[in-house]
């Protein structure tokens, strides 16, 4: 989540003319690039704004994976709290990282589509690379929560070993193992039979 939320706020790609061709620039300003967020293009000469742009608001999908994760980790947690196995927390978990991944490709071929241009330069910036880790740390987050095995149960291991006839020991003495019995009820509660 954290990971979406910081490449969605910086800088996705830098597109600059090839090398090919000479580089954009004014007196002392230095060179002319693209820069290229999850909301609109910067046009930049020497590391200044010149002009802005809107762009294909790619940043839309990637807030809605990260709400996506956002309840999956508090269904998780919920879960986790209560002992249960999480079958919500797991379905949730894997398409915000399905949904996820299919975002930042979709990201990832619109920067491949400028760099073809065989004028321009495009390379990845931060943000680009913290998009491609959240997508990595959320496809192991989905590959843990699913190997996880099932929350251990209060009681016996196996229950069918309680009834299960057991070899009388060489003290002569039988051993009956009865099953755990249940919790006691509050004292508030309504007994059974009675409506509250």
Avoid: K
Avoid at 11 to 30: A, I, N, Q, W, Y
Avoid at 34 to 62: K, M, S
Avoid at 76 to 100: D, Q
């Amino acid at each position: 989540m954290v990971l979406t939320v910081a490449g969605a706020s910086l800088d996705l790609f830098r597109t600059e003319p090839g090398l090919g061709r000479h580089r954009l620039s004014g007196d002392g300003f230095g060179s002319a690039a693209f820069l290229r967020t999850a909301w609109d293009t910067r046009f930049t000469v020497g590391g200044r704004t010149a002009a802005t742009q809107p762009a294909a608001p790619v940043g839309i999908p990637l807030i809605i994976a990260t709400l996506l994760l956002v309840v999956a980790v508090a269904v998780g947690v919920r879960y986790a709290l209560r002992g249960s196995a999480g079958v919500l927390a797991r379905r949730l978990t894997a398409a915000g990282a399905v949904f996820l991944a299919g975002v930042v490709c979709t990201i990832g071929v619109g920067g491949i589509d400028w760099s073809t241009n065989v004028d321009m330069e495009t390379s990845p910036e931060p943000g680009m690379w913290l998009l491609v880790a959240a997508v990595v740390v959320a496809a192991a987050a989905t590959v843990m929560i699913h190997l996880r095995g099932p929350a251990p149960t209060a009681g016996w291991a196996d229950p069918h070993l309680a009834f299960a006839d057991t070899p009388t020991p060489s003290t002569g003495v039988s051993i009956t193992v009865l099953p755990p019995e249940p919790p006691p009820t509050p004292p508030w509660a309504p007994e059974h039979g009675e409506r509250s």
